[in-house]
């Protein structure tokens, strides 16, 4: 489908969403709609695009009125939620109607005998958080980004720092409330330990980026907050023996909360945009893991079985940080790493957020590293990953002229066939939205993908909700709005 099959938005529908909405939660100035033409992607990577009307919505009736209109009128839907993604798929590339889900966040229903919590799709995670470490509760997941919104999350099934011990979204989310692109609401699962009712539709909604319903309201796992965490720093002469310690650690029974591999050029350039100091300077790669226990003896004892595994196999040296300060530096040169690579990145979302047998992490960033240099860009390469799960972001900083961008494509492309032949896919937790689809048609079995468009299909026949992420194909869409 081209912009072509829908309908515009004219005076009259903007006069009908009013009604529904509101008038004060209908916005169709051009100014007021620039926020809502772009998510956090790079102006280089991908061009925006002006919904015609914004829409804010505050229930699931309200939501379905709106679904059931679209659909009738053949007008594109939008979801929007906290605007944190990656890959573009918030980028309303048909124009039409964004519906914002900002004022559907009043209800956080925290229920302590059952450890759940029934929760507004609009509620941002960090306040989500807070209700929930009140009640002395905790939901283990923590995503990168905790002003993401708590359906996007679940939308697009983020993982975050916590995923080799504590899992990624679709393990807590136990229920969903779901408006359908016809408008109709569903409701799946409940506050519910087991559940094999048939086909599991409420998995299939878990990730599927806003394309076959709108989530608007969530039932959560929690579980007891007893937990205090630290951080290990551990520095190696090479990242295989780095990765190949991660292995070792986990036959042994020794399961941090989280591992992330990080080479030393990578980790001075965070030291550089946050102007601290990384408490270690040797070594050519190094692991930061994430120890947690109910106690200070347990994290200790803990750390301690880490830190002898990491030294039997060629560790260089072993820092634990035991203060707030010094992890809150940490942390703040890691998040300053993500900054750098984000600012002038061209080549790394659209394929840096590969995914590998944890094995192979090493193996895939030497090559990408090789096919980088071997290339005719001129620029740096970096790379870190979740070592325990497999995830590594490949980024190539380039300068702002002068791009050859068949090049950065070409360059791209090997990157992505190289994880493949190395056993691993296209994306760990980013996800395909807008700007991984051409990558999707090009790497993924036909036959597979013929089956997520007949899913599509099924759900919305119309093709009315987030139209042009992840499937149908549409070329003409991607090659206007993709930049590389």
């Known amino acids: 489908m081209g912009k072509s099959d829908y309908n515009k938005v004219t005076e009259e529908i903007i006069e009908k969403l ?8 209908v916005v169709s100035d051009k100014d007021s709609l620039e926020s809502y033409t772009h998510d956090e992607l790079s102006p280089a990577e991908v061009k925006g695009e002006y919904p015609e009307v914004i829409v804010k919505p505050n229930s699931k009736e309200k939501i379905s009125s709106i679904m059931k209109f679209a659909n009738k009128n053949k007008i594109p839907v939008t979801p929007i939620g906290g605007k944190t993604g990656l890959t573009g798929g918030m980028i309303p590339v048909y124009g039409g109607i964004g519906l914002s889900l900002e004022r559907l966040n009043e209800n956080i229903e925290v229920d302590e005998d059952n450890l759940m919590v029934e929760v507004d799709a609009g509620v941002p995670m960090n306040e989500l958080y807070d209700a929930v470490e009140k009640k002395g509760l905790t939901l283990p997941i923590h995503p990168t980004t905790e002003d993401s919104q708590v359906g996007g999350t679940i939308a697009a099934n983020a993982g975050g720092e ?4 504590h899992g990624v979204m679709r393990d807590y989310v136990k229920g969903l409330e779901v408006v359908l692109p016809n408008g109709e609401i569903l409701k ?25 319903g709108i989530i608007t309201k969530a039932i959560l796992r929690l579980y007891p907050s007893s937990e205090e965490s630290k951080f290990i720093l551990v520095p190696f002469d090479s990242g295989e023996n780095a990765i190949n310690t991660v292995s070792k650690m986990m ?3 020794t399961i941090p909360v989280g591992i992330e591999y990080l080479e030393q050029e990578t980790i001075k350039r965070g030291q550089e945009k946050v102007n601290e100091k990384w408490p270690s300077e040797i070594g050519e790669a190094t692991l930061m893991i994430l120890v947690s226990g109910e106690t200070e003896d347990e994290i200790l004892d803990q750390a301690q079985k880490i830190m002898e595994i990491c030294q039997e196999n060629g560790a260089l040296d072993a820092f634990l940080a035991t203060k707030r300060q010094e992890m809150d530096k940490i942390m703040k040169i890691r998040e300053g790493i993500a900054e750098v ?3 002038g990145n061209v080549t790394g979302h659209r394929s840096g957020d590969l995914v590998v047998p944890p094995s192979k992490i090493p193996e895939l960033i030497n ?8 290339s005719n860009l001129e620029g740096t390469f970096y790379a870190f990953g979740h070592a325990g799960d497999g995830n590594v972001h490949i980024e190539g900083n380039l300068p702002e002229e002068g791009i050859d961008w068949e090049e950065v494509k070409k360059v791209r492309d090997k990157w992505i066939q190289e994880a493949i032949d190395l056993g691993g896919d296209i994306t760990g937790e980013h996800g395909i939205g807008l700007i991984k689809k051409p990558e999707l048609r090009k790497f993924k079995d036909k036959e597979e993908l ?6 599509k299909n099924l759900f919305d026949p119309n093709n009315i909700l987030n139209p042009g992420k992840i499937v149908p194909e549409d070329k003409e869409v991607e090659d206007k709005y993709i930049r590389i």
Not at 18 to 25: A, D, K, L, R, T
Not at 367 to 374: G, L, S, T
């Open 18 to 25: 009013q009604e529904i909405c509101g008038e004060n939660y």
């Open 162 to 165: 916590a995923t080799l011990k």
């Open 188 to 212: 799946l699962g409940g506050k519910l330990l087991k559940n094999n009712t048939g086909y599991n539709l409420m998995h299939l909604l878990i990730g599927s980026e806003g394309t076959l």
């Open 251 to 253: 036959r042994k029974g």
């Open 341 to 343: 690579i984000q600012e």
């Open 367 to 374: 090559k990408a590293r090789e096919i980088f240099n071997e």
């Open 450 to 455: 013929r089956l997520m468009e007949g899913i």
